[in-house]
Every structure is written in structure tokens, then in C-alpha cells.
């Protein structure tokens, strides 16, 4: 006679194992952690991460041992048929890209864990498509640190045109309002704003419709006691989705936090006092001194999260990936902004009435100084040139928005990268270097007198060093034991653009380079500008000698 009549997989992490009453079976149920008895449901709850314990039960007949071998490929294998939607303008998944769709489409709550230029945003985008279009969802709330809000909007673009309507919330509270009551299929917000008035009207979206939760860098919600992480899990959406390249940074703790945000802490670790105590070993203040079981929770986290480091992937990809990473300045900011974009522009008219040879010089010093600003504002009271003199009473900012997301970057992402650094500005180079200063870095202008040694020095160090360089010190320069490289400021030039990157994609370079691009996302602004410069001149070139 069967003992197991019949199994269901729940979102929590639970499976529904309804059972006749067995003395034998009951007790070895009861040795699976965290298995309890639900009383309505006359069944046994069993964490889904317990199915390979069961497989080991000699009171199972044959078709019982099957039908717990199918729930476990049904959790584990991405063989599975789901519609991969088509991308615009040419683009291909990489097969890992397609397994990873697959495998966050089994689950109603999943991490999705990719090195950085892996694709993260791409294949979560995929994911909600096809929510939306098989009307799983209704709406989908995309959650991102507020620099990347305009990142998402690009790749949506680039990926998805008009096929997915999205809305980004942006400005003072009443305009948001406005955003928020637009009909759209994505609403892309940042986390800062789940502790603003914003949040009742997304306790509404997730009561009122079918919503798909996407969290970028989910570990911004790893600290429990933050309100946001708060008000973060009072939201019940019907699906949810972390994106991150590690979710572990500092503490064990913050795991727990994130998979219990997806609503699976109970079932997979049990509170979190059972979490310290099989986990954590602390000393008599409560400190952990030391952590245990690791592999049990390896074992665990297999059934919730798709992970791939660039390593893992190296034969699908190609030699090189570029990424732009758009960064949106403060409001603060954007006010000093103003006023240097008005005296670029009443250079800029001038060309008209006496030509481009005549104001050149003009032009291209405040377009020096707007990128400065953008780069760091501070650059701008530590010139001494005529033009930045002019302006040093307007630059009253604080913020450093840009320099910011370059330290979350090599925090986090790139925390255990070795990683080339290029900026067009030396004292930027300096400001960089002082900000990192406790890690192995090293800093290549044109004053250094001991190139060779700093070069040979960098590529022999094994640790995850940071290399820090001006177009002027990079000349003829061989960097190819990185595979990171951050373009902090992209040159006027393409042809430099692609000397920086020939620093490390060249002969001897044994992996995928990775570039970041890091422009500030705003039409007016002069980075955005020479995105598009850079960009027309390629297509020139393409064009004309390619």
C-alpha cells in the first residue's frame, strides 16, 4: 500500500505531502528540519531542500521513490520547455541565459546570481515578459538603486521596444503620483522611496493587481531592521526576484534576510535563532566567531538560486562585453549643472556667427569642465584655469553621485576582481586612488617616472588589485592579467576608447574583458553627449572602411 497519495509544491518552499497515518513514516517525517503538520490541510509540510533526505526511506515503494525524484527534477533541471521571447535589433541569448529564464521560471520566488555583464537585467526582463503576456502578472515593480532606475528604461529599449510599456519614477512626490497613476506594464522605482508616501501606493499595486517584484542588487534589503527592508516585506506580490552578483557580502545574516524576504527563511533554515544555532557558533557576548555547516546550505540554496560566474560560462561568451552603466546625479547636483550647461550653450551658439576654428578653444574648455563636474564636482574647485574660476561660486554641491557608484562597484561586484581603472583627468585618478587606498592599488600617469615598474608590479600581483590610470600614463601599456576595466569618463575619441580597452583584450589575455562604461543619464548633459558622439563616429567608421 502507497504511503505518499499525492505531492504539491508550494511558494514558501513547502511541499504538500498528503500521506496515510504511518508510526513508521510520521517519525521519519519528523527528522526532516523544519517539517510540520498542517492541521487544515491534513498534510505534512516538507521543505522542498528535505526531498533527498526522503530518497534515502527503505518504506518507500518503487513509484513513491519516482514520484520524489520527478518533484526534485521538477525544483532542480532546467529541461523544461517555456517560450524564450524574441529580442529586437538582432540580439541572442547565450545558452546559460536561456537555462537561467528556465530556471527562474519553475518558482514563484527565485535569486538569479551572475557575475556582473552576465546579463542579469536582460534575462529578468525576458522573465516579465513572459508573465505579463501569459497574464501570470499584471504589473511589474522593478525595485534598483535609484542611479540605475534609467539603465532598466535603456535595456528595456535595446531589448524589448514598445512591447513592454514602462514608466520610471522620478522628481518631487506630486509628479511621482502622476507617474504612478500612468497605465504601464513596468513601474521602475529605487528603494529609497519605500519609505517615502510612495509606499501606499505600492501596497495598492500589489493588492490590487497580479504584480511580478524584481529586486536589483537585492542585498540593499539585507539588514532587517532597515525600514525598507521593512516595508519591503509587507508587500506580497505574486512573484519575486532577486537579482545580485553575490548575495552574501559581509555576514551569514544577510542570506537569511534575503531568502526571507522571498518567503522561504521558515522552510529552509527555520527561525532565525535555529539558523544561528546550526549555523553560527558566537562566543559570550553573542559575536560569531566562527561558522559551520556551510555545505548544508549550499545544498539548499541550489533549489532557489541560478548562479554563474564569468568563469563558468567563458565558452558561450565573446572575447569582450561592453556595458554602459548610467548613473543619474543628484537634484542638487543638477542645479550647479545648470548653470555651467547655460555657459557651454553661449559658447555653443557663437559657432554660428564666427565658426567652429574661432571659438574651439572656448568650447572645448567648458566642455572639459562639464565633464569634470560630472565626474566629480569637486574638480571644479581644484582647477586653476580661467573658466573654472568663473564658475566656483555656482558649484555648491556636496554630492559625488558618480564616485559613489564607482566605490559600490569595486565594494561589491568587484569586490574579489582585479580591476584596470581609466579616467581622462590625473587629479581624478589621485581623488580614486586616495578613496581605495587600503586595497593593493596602483596609479599610472604621465608624471610616474617608474612605469615599467608599476606595470610589471600590477600584473604579478595575484590578489584582487585595482590599477588606476590617465589616457596619458596608458600608452603602450599591457594589462591583460585584468579582465575588469571601468571606463570612469569615456574620451571625445574612439580610437582611445579602444586603445583603453587594447590594454587588456589583446594576446596573452586568457579571459572575457569585461567593460564598464560609466555615464551619467541625462539628455542635456555633456556625458550623454559624447555617448552619442562616440556612438555616430562608430557607425561612421563601420560604415565607411569596415
Known amino acids: 500500500m502507497a504511503l505518499i497519495n499525492r505531492m504539491r ?35 505534512w509540510l516538507v521543505p522542498m531542500f528535505g526531498l533527498e533526505d526522503m530518497l534515502t526511506w527503505d518504506i518507500l515503494n518503487d513509484k513513491e521513490r519516482d514520484a520524489i525524484k520527478m518533484m526534485i ?48 537585467t536582460l534575462i529578468s526582463l525576458a522573465h516579465a515578459y513572459n508573465l505579463l503576456n501569459s497574464d501570470k502578472v499584471d504589473k511589474v515593480l522593478i525595485y534598483c538603486p535609484a542611479t540605475l532606475k534609467w539603465n532598466w528604461a535603456g535595456e528595456i529599449d535595446k531589448f524589448f521596444g514598445n512591447r513592454m510599456s514602462y514608466v520610471v519614477i522620478d522628481g518631487h512626490f506630486n509628479k511621482r503620483k502622476e507617474l504612478w497613476n500612468e497605465d504601464t506594464d513596468i513601474y521602475i522605482t529605487n528603494y529609497d522611496l519605500l519609505i517615502r508616501n510612495d509606499y501606499e501606493v505600492m501596497e495598492m499595486i500589489t493588492k490590487d493587481y497580479k504584480v511580478l517584484i524584481i529586486a536589483d542588487e537585492v542585498t540593499r534589503i539585507k539588514n532587517w531592521k532597515a525600514k525598507r527592508t521593512v516595508n519591503m516585506k509587507k508587500l506580497r506580490p505574486f512573484y519575486r526576484l532577486g537579482l545580485t552578483g553575490l548575495p552574501l557580502e559581509n555576514h551569514l545574516s544577510e542570506l537569511y534576510n534575503i531568502v526571507d524576504w522571498l518567503g522561504m527563511s521558515r522552510s529552509m533554515f527555520g527561525y532565525y535563532s535555529q539558523f544561528r544555532q546550526k549555523y553560527m557558533i558566537t562566543d559570550e557576548y553573542g559575536n560569531v566567531v566562527e561558522y559551520i555547516n556551510l555545505s548544508d546550505i549550499n545544498r539548499k540554496i541550489k533549489y532557489v538560486m541560478y548562479r554563474k560566474k564569468k568563469e563558468d560560462v567563458l565558452p558561450d561568451l565573446p572575447g569582450k562585453i561592453i556595458n554602459n552603466y548610467y548613473i543619474e546625479l543628484t537634484e ?35 566642455m572639459t569642465l562639464s565633464r569634470m ?59 580614486i586612488y586616495d578613496m581605495i587606498k587600503d586595497r593593493h592599488v596602483y596609479l599610472l600617469s604621465g608624471k610616474v617616472k617608474n612605469r615599467q615598474d608599476v606595470i610589471d608590479t600590477f600584473n604579478n600581483d595575484d590578489s584582487n588589485a585595482i590599477f588606476i590610470s590617465t589616457d596619458a600614463g596608458a ?21 582611445v576608447l579602444e586603445q583603453r ?45 569596415e
Open 9 to 43: 509544491l508550494r511558494a514558501d518552499g513547502y511541499i504538500e505531502v498528503y500521506s496515510r497515518f504511518d508510526d513508521r513514516f510520521i517519525s521519519l517525517v519528523k527528522g526532516i528540519d523544519n517539517t510540520r503538520w498542517d492541521r487544515n490541510l491534513r498534510a
Open 73 to 120: 527534477d521538477k525544483i532542480l533541471s532546467t529541461d523544461i520547455d517555456i517560450n524564450v521571447p524574441a529580442l529586437n535589433n538582432g540580439f541572442k541569448y547565450y545558452p546559460y541565459q536561456v537555462e537561467a529564464l528556465k530556471f527562474i521560471s519553475k518558482l514563484p520566488n527565485s535569486i538569479l546570481s551572475l557575475d556582473m555583464g552576465l546579463g542579469k
Open 332 to 366: 542638487s547636483e543638477l542645479a550647479d549643472y545648470h548653470f555651467i550647461e547655460d555657459m557651454l550653450n553661449s559658447v555653443l551658439a557663437k559657432i554660428d556667427e564666427f565658426g567652429i576654428k574661432k571659438v574651439y578653444n572656448e568650447v572645448l574648455a567648458w
Open 373 to 431: 563636474f560630472c565626474d566629480y564636482p569637486e574638480l571644479i574647485r581644484m582647477s586653476d584655469s580661467e573658466s573654472a574660476n568663473k564658475i566656483k561660486p555656482y558649484v555648491r554641491t556636496t554630492k559625488h553621485t558618480k564616485l559613489s557608484e564607482l566605490m559600490n562597484l569595486l565594494n561589491n561586484e568587484l569586490e574579489d576582481r582585479k580591476v584596470v581603472i581609466f579616467t581622462q583627468f590625473s587629479r581624478m585618478a589621485d581623488v
Open 475 to 495: 600608452y603602450g601599456v599591457n594589462l591583460q592579467s585584468a579582465s575588469y576595466m571601468i571606463n570612469y569618463d569615456l574620451p571625445f575619441n574612439p580610437a
Open 501 to 545: 580597452i587594447a590594454r587588456l583584450h589583446r594576446i596573452g589575455q586568457k579571459e572575457v574583458v569585461n567593460v564598464v562604461n560609466m555615464i551619467v543619464k541625462h539628455e542635456e548633459l555633456v556625458e550623454k553627449r559624447v555617448e552619442e558622439i562616440l556612438g555616430n563616429k562608430y557607425k561612421m567608421i563601420q560604415e565607411v572602411i
